[in-house]
């Protein structure tokens, strides 16, 4: 008999902690009838939280006290030497033993990919692990990685991204072969910087399903399931893509401002404006994977309500049913095995 | 007496050629009793065109006639090499012998910057030209370069592209002292790639009106004039913000024509939906300045229509009467002059 999946929360990460946390873990517990959660934090402001909701601590839903809190604004390093009694902390401890299958933090992504790193290890074969999450496109969603944990990366971490993503993809989309593009300024050979060349040469003979140079707009447009790039790069993308979705919110709030017609046109594509707002709504978007380490540790975003958390934690669950790590694994052996064989 | 500002414009150029320059330069004469333009390209082509719009060629709208045209897809240093007459190369030489003030063209962009960087050369000091555009913020408008003139670009480079933009932005906005942003992947000194780090220390020393770092974000909502980035980066965050954009307007529309009713919401909620697409109109944002140059180069979309040529070549009208080399030119003077001095 196996064990429902074992997620551990950081109820302490992010802006507001455990009062986002608790609440989405409950929603969490309703939503999945065969799932345990473990809330790691100081014990009695979960308690209170609890209580607040009218809910205990119960079978499958466990406290674990931890306590320290790794600030927003701590340094990795310090974060990581200092604070051994964190939340953060002692959610990916709980990874490393086996007593959860996957952690899920909405705390600072510097100390926690720092942390994690440090803790569970890399996989064999993985120099960097990688910021993975999922990004809206005309065709549903494009995987993105790297989002900012490597800057300056060679062709070879920027392969192993490839192979990273094209498991996740593999995993949770249950795509079989997916295809996978390299984010360049053109489509021509002759354009690009010296790694995204040299990566393009790995990747023509890695046996992914590499499609080529996808430009920045093709994130959102193209037929790509995958899309790499260096964490510099990947960051201002994804960076640039959130400041423009708030700068054409801006302008539209604006313009149904104006005056009393404008307000009566807003109300009248209230519906229309509220469903085109699901459509892209970022929480429904929430959770990046760290992928690349032996063990599931998903990020949130630190501003993320109730609904984005509660998504994180659905990220947490699926890559526990598809062990991703593992799956990993399997693939760069593999790829291993056959450069060896060449 | 002074001659009226003389712009030359690369009538072959873009997806359509003369289609567009043609209507477009007459708009701009309509717009300006004072300006004279060189329509550069195939004679016949664009007396036909004049002729379809009832119009002659005339002191203030000459014609030149160049033999070639310059493809999309030619590459830059073949078309520089071999076509030598082609209304691209004319245009530029026309700029060079002091016949025109600046040069306007939608054609392909690795070919103008390679060819008016062959024949116009750079101004002392610096080493590589950069591509400039302003793109929409909430406070108006942003000046962002390089957007992939050049990649991998040392913290030189990025130092001489702040000087660039901030001159520019001095010349057309009027602004004493703009605010120049570097991009980067987070507030702390401690993000950030080596080329960034670097940067950042001789900013700091420049003299200019630097303000740190800027995210990717901050290009659309950052009290900022000036974000200076490597070519690389700064071309996939302007194609990743066009891409967000239709990504938008694809689901927008989908959700407007789901029934009768979102039709008719559609209907009452046009006029807002049409003033917002003016706020965020690419077209009125069309023309990025080629700094760096002995010269005045505006590179125009490709697809740009009347409307958006026009723009460009308002651009083109705007640095001439600002005399915007000249000014980069004194700036760069000075700062070597300090650098001497310290």
Redesign the interface.
């Known amino acids: 008999m196996t064990r429902p999946p074992t997620i551990a929360l950081d109820a302490m990460g992010g802006d507001v902690g455990p009062d986002v946390v608790v609440p989405a873990a409950l929603s969490a517990l309703d939503a999945h009838s065969n799932l345990r959660l473990i809330l790691v934090g100081r014990r009695e402001e979960l308690e209170s939280r609890l209580a607040a909701a009218k809910a205990t601590a119960r079978e499958n839903l466990q406290l674990r006290h931890a306590s320290e809190v790794v600030a927003m604004?701590d340094?990795p390093a310090l974060a990581l030497r200092t604070k051994k009694d964190s939340s953060m902390r002692v959610a990916i401890d709980l990874v490393r033993s086996g007593e959860a299958d996957a952690c899920v933090s909405a705390g600072n992504t510097g100390a926690l990919m720092a942390t994690a790193r440090f803790v569970l290890k890399t996989l064999p074969g993985i120099d960097r692990p990688a910021i993975c999450t999922s990004i809206?496109?005309?065709h549903g969603h494009t995987h993105m990685l790297d989002l900012?944990a490597n800057?300056?990366s060679k062709a070879e971490h920027l392969l192993q991204f490839a192979v990273m993503g094209s498991e996740l993809a593999h995993a949770v989309d249950g795509i079989e072969r997916p295809r996978v593009g390299l984010?360049n300024?053109?489509a021509?050979d002759?354009?690009?910087?010296?790694q995204?060349k040299d990566a393009n040469g790995l990747l023509v003979a890695s046996g992914l399903n590499y499609i080529g140079f996808v430009?920045?707009?093709?994130?959102?447009?193209s037929d790509v399931d995958v899309v790499v790039?260096d964490?510099?790069?990947g960051?201002?993308?994804?960076?640039?893509?959130?400041?423009?979705?708030?700068?054409?919110r801006?302008?539209?709030t604006l313009?149904?401002k104006?005056n009393l017609?404008?307000r009566?046109?807003?109300l009248?594509?209230m519906?229309?404006l509220k469903?085109?707002g699901r459509?892209?709504d970022p929480r429904r978007y929430n959770g990046a994977s760290l992928l690349g380490l032996q063990g599931i540790v998903i990020k949130s975003h630190g501003s993320a309500d109730r609904l984005a958390f509660a998504n994180a934690i659905e990220i947490a669950i699926l890559e526990v049913e598809k062990a991703v790590p593992q799956r990993i694994h399997t693939r760069l052996a593999a790829l291993h095995a056959e450069r060896q064989a060449q």
Chains 1, 2 share one sequence.
């Open positions: 604004d340094a809206p496109s005309v900012g800057v300056d984010l300024i053109g021509e002759i354009k690009g910087n010296e995204v430009e920045g707009d093709g994130i959102f447009l790039c964490g510099f790069v960051n201002v993308a994804l960076k640039t893509s959130e400041g423009v979705a708030k700068l054409a801006h302008f539209m313009e149904f104006r017609l404008t009566l046109a807003a009248a594509a519906p229309v469903a085109f459509r892209i």
